[in-house]
């Protein structure tokens, strides 16, 4: 699924419109980030739980030379699935 068939199934679901349900999930997306930007964690009951995670600076290596490479240490978005995506089959 893409973002506009996402806004679709959204209008559809809540008896929005396009325009409706594009603007709720913009702003859905825009307070995600600005509370994971502020270090803080976006938990949704059942839905699950956006977090940021550091990851530690550490050597790699070049696959098409195979020279060590240093890779930086830097923060990245996690999600843990919820309940409702655990007793999926």
């Known amino acids: 699924m893409n973002k506009s068939e996402l806004i ?4 559809e679901k809540a008896g929005l419109t396009k325009v ?6 913009e702003a859905f997306v825009s307070a995600t980030e600005d509370a994971l930007k502020k270090n803080d964690k976006l938990s949704l009951i059942g839905f699950g739980t ?9 050597v790699g290596h070049n ?8 890779i930086p240490a830097k923060k990245v ?3 843990k699935a919820g309940s409702s995506f655990s007793k999926m089959k």
């Open 77 to 79: 978005v996690k999600f």
């Open 63 to 70: 696959p098409a030379n195979g020279k060590k490479i240093n």
């Open 20 to 25: 409706q349900a594009k603007n709720a999930l």
């Open 8 to 11: 679709n199934a959204m209008a």
């Open 50 to 58: 956006f977090s940021v995670a550091e990851r530690k600076a550490r």
